[in-house]
């Protein structure tokens, strides 16, 4: 019986947990025992904290036995990507430099979740500081994908995406900086959102990119996304970049799913050469089932989206070149003495750790930054990306003169195998062409499952996009096609995934859970 | 304009980057890619355009000012990797001589 429970939506689960049906050490317990079952081959967790979560369950079933007013979501247990500071439980953002680490504080977000009463149930894996499209620059080895364990579940939340595909937890914390949420749902037949830059604290999110980065859900259904959204956004007086507006009303527009009369911009410049044949088609397919249920469909022109993947290239890693400084061996994480040096300087010793506790990929993105950043070059490189950045957010607006909403496909292409890019940084970062528009404007941005690819039996993923502060559109529009793909599919995409308890639970790479 | 080892070279010396001979010659390579590609930005039509920094209009924040908790000494210094009489205790800053 426990097993089944796992195979609920979380909205299912807070209406049993609510109807006294089921506890949340029960409900808890069941997700653990699952991790247990598959994680040896997913490898979705860094960390699982068993004792940590089954506590909060408990406390949360005492209170509700003792009739206190609870939080809808209270006992629904959820993953949080180890990018999030998370006092008493290790946070490494899948980075060497930070093993062992253990933040002295909650970030807002998860002090949110505790105080809705929602159990933790570990911390997911992702591309060292957030920085890659596979989980395969995870210090700890990455993430496989449920539908196909040979093939990347999408990064940086990797780890967030195959948690929610296999099982293991109903929702799962995201942040996304250029596709990091909604890439990773693409792949494995999740949900994601990435919403307006501002609705969600950032305070104790380890930043990478601080003008780009924002959290946001992870879950299966567009409904249970929404749930999480509304848990996790709202104003902060710790993140004074965050909105001081009430968060949009997600869930009530999810449960409508009103779209007659909305006017669906397709956009030109996402989706035509480059893009996989069983992409295109689901996504042509999803634009139709939105039109039969009322909406309009226009094409609008971006022409400005052409440059976006080069300026994000340029944004990025000037910010996280500056971000990123911070790691400097003194107050906390990693430090190296270098070899055959008597007595280092400070300086020296800098240098020595931030070689060994760095992988590749950030070593790369930090030296790209400081070269964009350097005098003589930054007017020709970052200089020239911040215009890029608003000729792109002039496009949006325009856009959104014609469209409520605009669409694409998320990804161009189904998940590839683990190895395939990995030594062809600029393939890699061709991954994230669709999604990366969004964060430039700071525009929230949804991705759902639109199907499975014809040519590979893989998942697709189909993006929409709304104007800032707009994140209902996002899903009135996601939960209206998600009604219609899944009356099409008969039932879930997800219940079309391999059985993963099947397969041997041999792990491939270096795992260094704790608990 | 195509980037040099010299040049690599000295920009992991300003990021604080000791990088290893091997690791010099194939971040040469990569770097000289990306750099290729990221400079499309350079035929964008830009001019006349304001630079954009941040996705929202910002004002400035304030609050009150009144003091509220922070960390104990002893927090800060949890994850310290050396620590002494309730101090960072860190490397030598100056040369000897």
Known sequence: MTSDLTRLTASEMSDLLSRKEISSVELTQAHLDRTAAVDGTVHSYLHVDTAGALAAAKAVDEKRAAGADLHLMAGVPIAVKDVMATKGLPTTCGSKMLEGWIPPYDATLVTKLRAAGMPILGKTNMDEFAMGSSTEHSAWGPSHNPWDLTRIPGGSGGGSSSVVASFQAPLAIGTDTGGSIRQPAAVTGTVGTKPTYGGVSRYGLVALASSLDQAGPCARTVLDTALLHAVMGGHDPRDSTSIDAPVPPVVEAARTADVSGLTIGVVKQLGGAGYQAGVRARFDESVQLLVDRGAKVVEVDCPNFDYALAAYYLILPSEASSNLAKFDAMRYGLRVRPEGVDDPSAEQVMAASRDAGFGDEVKRRIILGTYALSSGYYDAYYGQAQKVRRLIADDFSRAFEVADVLVSPTAPTTAFPIGEKLDEPMAMYLNDVATIPANLAGVPGMSLPSGLADEDGLPTGIQILAPATMDERLYAVGSALERALVEQWGGPLLDRAPDLTAHPSAHPTADPKEA | ?97
Not at chain 2, 61 to 80: C, H, K, N, Q, Y
């Open chain 2, 1 to 97: 304009m195509s980037l040099t080892r010299d040049d690599v070279a000295h920009l992991a010396s300003l990021a604080r980057i000791d990088l290893s001979e091997a690791e010099l010659d194939r971040m040469l390579g990569e770097l000289t890619v990306i750099l290729d590609a990221v400079a499309l930005v350079q035929q964008a039509p830009t001019d006349g355009v304001e630079p954009m920094s941040h996705p929202l209009p910002l004002t400035n924040v304030t609050r009150p000012d009144v003091p509220r908790p922070g960390l104990t000494a002893e927090e800060a210094l949890s994850g310290a990797p050396e620590q002494e009489q309730q101090r960072f205790l860190v490397p030598r800053i100056l040369a000897e001589d």
